[in-house]
């Protein structure tokens, strides 16, 4: 794993040491900052589910201002932790050990941000076909946590069908790589990324 662009382009990723966490494949990050184009420049970043936290320190590496990183694992936590050591020279990054599949509010993933916090890109990889992405869909539309003109990624098995809105969330955009997909919302009333 490496990143793929930015001012860490080609700066390898330690990997998972167990199949809990499935990183995004390299091939598939950049296609979608190839999507993204200029969106990470002085975004606030929202990584969800982050495992290695590959895709929230690509966005940093291509200029993002700040990533908060989201997963329940211990794991997650130490490889996000020497990723971010071994890719970004002064990150401005911060790490939140929540169940995302349990909580009922994302209010604890904002609690040491500065009140009325919005992101500018959300990015969820949870594992495949448990309706996580649905459920984080809500709670993300529910919290208000997009940021106007913001963007959700959503990557899942590319058989999966989700719906086309979700609360004011709606669907601009739909990629397939392999078994991957991506999903891309916005705030129904928006153009696409």
């Given at each position: 794993m490496r990143i793929t662009g930015g001012i860490a382009r080609g700066r390898k990723l330690l990997p998972p040491?167990?199949?809990?966490?499935?990183?995004?494949?390299?091939?598939?990050?950049?296609?979608?900052?190839?999507?993204?184009?200029?969106?990470?420049?002085g975004a606030l970043v929202l990584?969800?589910?982050?495992?290695?936290?590959?895709?929230?320190?690509?966005?940093?590496?291509?200029?993002?201002?700040?990533?908060?990183?989201i997963d329940q694992s211990l794991e997650a936590g130490r490889l996000i932790e020497a990723n971010l050591r071994a890719a970004i020279a002064r990150p401005r990054a911060a790490f939140g050990r929540l169940d995302l599949a349990a909580v009922p509010s994302l209010g604890p993933v904002l609690a040491h941000l500065p009140p009325g916090t919005r992101f500018d890109l959300i990015f969820m990889d949870p594992p495949y076909r448990r309706d996580l992405a649905l459920?984080?869909?809500?709670?993300?539309?529910?919290?208000?946590?997009?940021a106007p003109n913001g963007?959700?990624?959503?990557?899942?098995?590319?058989?999966?069908?989700?719906?086309?809105?979700?609360?004011?969330?709606?669907?601009?955009?739909?990629?397939?790589?392999?078994?991957?997909?991506?999903?891309?919302?916005?705030?129904?009333?928006?153009?696409?990324?």
């Open positions: 040491k167990s199949n809990q966490i499935r990183p995004t494949c390299d091939r598939v990050r950049e296609a979608l900052f190839n999507i993204l184009g200029p969106r990470p420049l990584d969800c589910f982050a495992g290695t936290g590959a895709i929230g320190i690509e966005a940093l590496s291509r200029g993002a201002d700040f990533a908060l990183f459920r984080l869909l809500s709670l993300i539309d529910r919290d208000d946590l997009l963007l959700v990624v959503v990557e899942e098995q590319a058989q999966v069908e989700l719906p086309e809105r979700i609360g004011t969330l709606a669907v601009t955009d739909h990629r397939r790589y392999g078994e991957t997909g991506l999903w891309f919302f916005q705030r129904h009333n928006q153009n696409h990324p």
